[in-house]
């Protein structure tokens, strides 16, 4: 059962900076391509970023881009989420997660199969 965690989160001022990382355990010769959403109550999951397996190509939201960078570790199976200029509506539950479908062009990973339990992001004014 192929398992995705993440760590990384916690609180931090307004301006400052997080990084989210993930790990996952796919057998590497059907790797899926990877993403992170987020999720505040009361709001459906947002598609924040998302990564291609070749050539590694991002796409980002827009609320995110210019201010969050996705990348990936092939070797350790590790995808991390750089999040800098943080702002208090970045304040989510960020999951990562996992798919056969792509990135979409807006930043959304499409149809995920797997999902991480998710860690708590709060940024204060």
């Known amino acids: 059962q192929a398992q995705l965690v993440e760590s990384g989160g916690g609180s931090v001022q307004a301006g400052g900076s997080l990084r989210l990382s993930c790990e996952s355990s796919f057998n590497r010769n059907r790797r899926p391509v990877m993403g992170w959403f987020r999720q505040t109550s009361g709001t459906e999951r947002e598609g924040v970023a998302c990564?291609?397996?070749?050539?590694?190509?991002?796409y980002y939201a827009d609320s995110v881009r210019g201010r969050f960078t996705i990348s990936q570790d092939d070797a350790r199976g590790t995808v991390y989420l750089n999040m800098n200029a943080l702002k208090p509506e970045d304040t989510a539950i960020y999951y990562c997660?996992?798919?056969?479908?792509?990135?979409?062009?807006?930043?959304?990973?499409?149809?995920?199969?797997?999902w991480g339990q998710g860690t708590q992001v709060t940024i204060s004014s």
């Open positions: 997660a996992a798919g056969y479908s792509g990135c979409s062009y807006d930043g959304p990973l499409l149809s995920p199969d797997y």
């Open positions: 990564i291609s397996i070749y050539p590694g190509r991002a």
